[in-house]
């Protein structure tokens, strides 16, 4: 099990990197929240006991740890909060350059600087 | 209030919502998270005042920066470590909108970036924290510490890595630098004092906490391999800020370059290490929120703030940077490392050279455009002042400064048996 879970969260973490390394903003995201899930994974298989749910009337034998179930719940609250919040940006990103390209964007500044470095020359 | 009661009474600790330890959350201030959470929320006062003065753009901000202030404030009190991720999420999270305000193309692009690049550390934290819980099958802070001993090393050294790698994410580190320069060259000053004088304090905070808190026997392992990080960051910080020309880049740089300081405090570790990196974090928030502050605006009061800024980053007196750089000083003397003593100096002199050129630059050279030799705003430059004087104040009478850093690094010191 335990192989199982490290071998899942490898190939989430790798994939999430690898997406990042994209240049197309969407794909960056998706990497995020590939990555964000490795790290929910992880929390996940630290959990200390395995059993059953720990609902109130406990059961006889083990129960599931219910601290990691808790700060896997947080923590997938706040992965999604992020998620949103950064489509919101790559969005805005969209519409005041008309592109979602890590190239485009670093054309446009590599321009800017060369305009800055002109105006430095003839001043 | 708070600040004066651990001074008196040591660290208060609070649990909350009436559970018993252990299962509610505890928070916990000891001096150095009042140190911090004091200096944040200083930052963030005067960075706020400053955008309100200079007319918000947009209603949202002050919110964002409140929101922000919120989360620091728990980070730094927080005794528990998952509870510090969320904080730290909070807090980023908040950073992450108000790096994107102003709404220009470049601001947005680099708001992506900055989020990118540190939401990874926080997943790597997250990883770390799992890894932590696992090890030692408790989530506060006293008791990690406690347990972490009988861990097997291997598996602590992984997780003191990551843990680094994370925090050396948000700070800028050497290896980890390459987002920060392109974020605070291209946001507002008052934003850019924001994330330099308040969010990076995440960094050193954690560092320090963790660091040598909770894994000192780690810190020491790792304390070659801190310092020579430390070397090649303050080298690297202060070459490129010389080689660059718009003022928000050089300082950019220089952030860099002046994270490096702490880093090598914090190696040579023990009280007086210790103190010093305290000592240095918080000095060097200051001057930074400074710089920042002042490279927005003209004005003869402001090129004397932002002189006060500049001495105050190279260490000469009487500003406080002074007795920053004195302390690292001291540390590395004591530890006898003659080399570490020299490099103290040659940054200190760099950086000398490369604010002056800037201000050289920006306040005597003749204006190339009319508009830009206006002085700004007579509120603004007040506060800008107002910001200059606390740091000469500072370093005039640095008793208290001292004395909270001292107590601070008593304070890791005592947590770490």
Redesign the interface.
Known sequence: MIVLFAAAIGILFGAGTFLMLKTDLLRVVVGMVLISHAANLTLMASGLTRGRAPIHPLPEETVSDPVVQALTLTALVIGFAVTALLLGIAYRVYTTHFAVDFDRLAAEEARREAELEREEVSV | MLAALVWTDGPRELTTGGWPSGVGITLRADALSVVFALLTSGVLLVSLAHEVLDGVRSSRFPALVLFMATGLTGLFLTGDI?NF??FF?LAM?AA??IT?YG????Q??A??VF??VN??GS??F??A???I??VT?T?EMEEVAARIGDVEPGTVILIAVTVFVAFGVKLGLFPFHFWLPLVYASVRPAIAAILSGALANIGTYGVLRFGADILPRELELGAPALVTLGVVTIVYGALQAMSR??ASEVIAYSSIGQVGYVLIALAIGGPVGYAAAVLYAVVNAVNKALLFLATGLRGWLVGAAFFVGAISVAGIPPAAGFFGKLEVFRAAVEADRVALVALVFVGGALSVVYLLQIYQHDHWRPG?DGASREASPLALRALTVALAALVVGLGLWPEPILAASREAADALLRGAP
């Open positions: 998952f991720y969320v999420e999270i992450y909108v994107g709404g220009e193309a470049r947005l692009g708001a992506f989020a990118v939401l990874f997943f790597l997250l990883i924290v799992a890894a819980y696992h099958g989530l020309r718009t190339s």
